[in-house]
Each structure stands twice: as structure tokens, then as C-alpha cells.
């Protein structure tokens, strides 16, 4: 059977916790088993998943809930972007030192929006010309390793992984040194299959709305740089198919 429930995109031993009491708040006391037909596309109760995969989904796979805000002022509420990094010692000294026939860059999937996607369009103006020199790593977390011990000289890191990492190994940080940034975007929306019921919806939403207050303000701020959760227009996301 299907995990209804996927709450994984920055799911790790210092966010477990948070992401379990999170989906516990939201989903209290809702019988979701009542609430969707046997035969859907997605069976999906609560989730987050990457933007570009909602911009580019059916109308029948999701509905659109909420997007965490970040801490960082300088991305609009329920945006978000990513770090460009590159080794503390023998790194680059900008971003116009990199030469991409020279540099091996480390990025974490092929097709990842914030490792690869943006990545590409910052560099190169376009997100259709693709590095000739890469390391496919598996992980923002593991694109980050790779900058640390200089087995590559520039990553593109979401900013959640990025405070994640910096939370769980703050040693990395005197490893690494910050270049500058992708442009933002809408961050990865939490969303429900597209047959939930309309009043289960607003729900869910409000209750994401207002989840982060008060003593776990702090929690998340710390270990992903999330101070709270915001609703965007689901439209907001297609702007992210022109990429």
C-alpha cells in the first residue's frame, strides 16, 4: 500500500520530530478514508513535493495547501532560492572566476530545480545549457560534503538543506564560503490529492497556517530557517514551467 503521508522533501533525524508533530496537528481527527473515492490518481492525504512537479502535474493529481516562509528577508513569503557555494581554501573567489570548461560542479540530481535548474539559469542566463563538468551527488546535503572537502568547486544548495546542514554539522560552515544566490521562487508546496473535499482543504490549510507559533517558532527557525507557513495562489507555481 501507498503512504498516504509524504512529508520527506526535508526529512532528517534533527527534523523528525517536527514534520511528525506537524502532520499530526493537521491531520487530527480527519477520516480521510471517508473523504476520497477508491479510485484516485493520487491518494495522497498530506505532502510536500517539489514546485516544478506540482507547475507541471494534472488538475487531477493535487490541490494546492500551503508553502513554509523562510526567515530570509530577502525571498517574498512562501519563496525561496538557493546558496551558491564553493571550498573556504582554493575556492573561487567569485562567481565570475568560474570557468565551466575548468570547474567540476557538484549537484545533487540532473533534474533538480533548485541544484541544477536555477542553478544553470544563474550561471549561464539559461537553465537549457548544462554544465560540462558535474557530479551527480544524490543530496543537497551531499552536494554541500563535496564543497567542504573541495572535491568540487561550486554547488547550488536550497536554502532549507543549507540551514539543515549548518544545524547538523556547524563545522561546515567555517569549510565552505557563500558566493551568492539563485533567484527565488515559490518554495516546495504542501499539498493533498485533488479529489479531497473542498472543506477538508481549508482545513488542513488553516491549520498549516498556523502551526508554527509560539514555542515551535524557535525549533524551526533553528534547524531549517521556516518561520512559518503561508498561502500562495496555487498559480503562482506555473511561473516555474518558463524556467
Same mark, same amino acid.
Given at each position: 500500500?501507498?503512504? /498516504?503521508? =509524504?512529508?520527506?522533501?526535508? *526529512? &532528517?533525524? @534533527?527534523?523528525?520530530?517536527?514534520?511528525?508533530?506537524? @502532520? $499530526?496537528?493537521?491531520? &487530527?481527527?480527519?477520516?480521510?478514508t471517508s473523504c476520497?473515492?477508491? @479510485?484516485?490518481?493520487? =491518494?495522497?492525504?498530506?505532502? @510536500?513535493?517539489?514546485?516544478? !512537479?506540482? $507547475?507541471?502535474s494534472r488538475a487531477d493529481d493535487y490541490r494546492y495547501l500551503a508553502t513554509f516562509s *523562510? &526567515? !530570509?528577508? &530577502?525571498? /517574498? /513569503?512562501? %519563496? %525561496?532560492?538557493?546558496? *551558491?557555494?564553493?571550498? $573556504? =581554501?582554493g575556492g573561487l573567489a567569485s562567481l565570475d572566476a568560474f570557468s565551466p570548461e575548468k570547474h567540476l560542479v557538484a549537484i545533487n540530481e540532473a533534474g533538480s530545480f533548485s541544484g541544477a535548474i536555477t542553478f544553470s539559469r544563474r550561471m549561464f542566463g539559461s537553465s537549457k545549457h548544462m554544465f560540462p563538468r558535474y557530479q551527480i551527488t544524490g543530496s543537497h546535503i551531499a552536494s554541500l560534503g563535496c564543497i567542504a572537502r573541495a572535491d568540487a568547486m561550486l554547488a547550488s544548495i536550497d536554502c532549507l538543506s543549507f540551514q539543515m546542514a549548518l544545524h547538523e554539522t556547524p563545522e561546515v560552515e567555517q569549510q565552505i564560503r557563500v558566493l551568492g544566490y539563485t533567484d527565488p521562487f515559490p518554495g516546495l508546496p504542501f499539498v493533498t490529492s485533488a479529489q479531497m473535499p473542498e472543506e477538508i482543504c481549508e482545513l488542513m490549510t488553516g491549520r498549516l497556517v498556523r502551526f508554527i507559533k509560539g514555542d515551535r517558532a524557535k525549533l524551526w527557525a533553528d534547524r531549517l530557517g521556516v518561520v512559518g507557513i503561508t498561502c500562495l495562489s496555487a498559480d503562482t507555481y506555473q511561473q516555474m514551467r518558463s524556467v
Open positions: 500500500m501507498v503512504n /498516504p503521508y =509524504k512529508l520527506d522533501m526535508y *526529512l &532528517a533525524t @534533527q527534523t523528525a520530530d517536527l514534520f511528525a508533530e506537524l @502532520q $499530526a496537528v493537521v491531520c &487530527a481527527d480527519i477520516d480521510f476520497l473515492p477508491e @479510485q484516485v490518481r493520487q =491518494k495522497l492525504y498530506l505532502g @510536500q513535493i517539489c514546485g516544478i !512537479d506540482f $507547475a507541471n *523562510l &526567515a !530570509d528577508q &530577502a525571498v /517574498p /513569503p512562501g %519563496y %525561496y532560492r538557493s546558496v *551558491l557555494v564553493t571550498p $573556504a =581554501k
